[in-house]
């Protein structure tokens, strides 16, 4: 009686009650296809993983719809599957199918029209885990809603000289998200909407062994498929990288909206895209999305998270019970 009491005599006396701020509203877009039939027997997971931490923090984010990018089809039907799963926010999450090729920016799709209409009614962050390609198609073909993108975080981006070497630094692998489609960051940056950068150098310093994920063998249907489609993914990771186990890349830039404190950032931070020699094999050269304060000669700048810190990891892991 005596709590009740003072509860209604708090606003009274003019003293403020603390509130949880309202969970931000987001966009999105990510080349999701777990579960995807692969020659090599896996295809990567870490768009589920982050599409689950989503829906597990909506007190920190809402998602106002989703697009896929790259095997579109399959993305669609499989993030549905997901959602059917995991979504206990009592809302409708509309998901839209977006460019299927790449390198097609300009072209409208079901998702650059869904995420320009979304854009026109509010303003918002676009959480892009895959291939910039939607975004830049509405960037591009609506510059106007520039304004109305809060910001853009990204996976993608490092350090000048910074090798991708996962695991045992077998393999060099590529910047992916970037190396895809490298004219939509060009779009992005050109257009003069905060970019972050969230990418392996970040993700690196979280890893999901064998034995952290034996949990979801046991538990509920959805649990029990993400399990079957977990393990070949860490087996191949063990064949290329000598590891059991995987990181989730996408997580950190979700990291950024949900959990802000767990990483240490470079801000405002000169973005260049650079041209030399190919680090993934053969005699040809390649794009890279590299950051430096040294950069004096262009307008790109980003916030780059750079390190990962102790206790991130956890939260993935429960994101997942």
Known sequence: MKQVLLFVLLPLLGVAQSTSPAPKRIWLDTDIMVGMPDKQGAREVDDAIALMMALRHSDKVQLVGISTVTYVNYGHDVTQKLLGY????????PVYRGSDTLRDAGRETDASRAMAEALRKERMPILAIGPLTNVATVLKNHPELAKQIE?????????????????????????????????????????????????????????????????????????????????????????????DGFVPWDTTPLGYLTHPNY?????????????????????????????????????????????TLPGFEEIVLESMK
């Open 86 to 93: 995991y979504n206990k926010t009592g809302r409708t999450i």
């Open 263 to 307: 990483f240490k950032y470079y801000e405002n931070i000169p973005v260049r895209i650079n041209t030399r020699k190919a680090d993934t094999g053969g005699t040809g050269q390649k794009p890279y999305l590299e950051v430096s304060y040294d950069y004096k000669d262009t307008p790109w700048r980003a916030t780059y998270a750079y390190k």
């Open 151 to 243: 910001s853009v975080i990204v996976c993608a981006g490092r350090t000048p000289g910074l090798p991708f070497r996962p695991g045992l630094e077998k393999i060099t692998v590529g910047d992916y998200n970037f190396e895809m489609d490298p004219a939509a960051f060009r779009i992005l940056f050109d257009s003069g909407v905060k970019v972050v950068l969230s990418g392996y150098e970040c993700s690196v310093y979280t890893f999901l062994g064998r034995t952290d994920l034996d949990f979801l063998a046991q538990g509920s249907a959805g649990d029990q498929w993400l399990s079957k489609t977990l393990r070949p993914w860490q087996l191949l990771n063990k064949t290329l990288f000598g590891v």
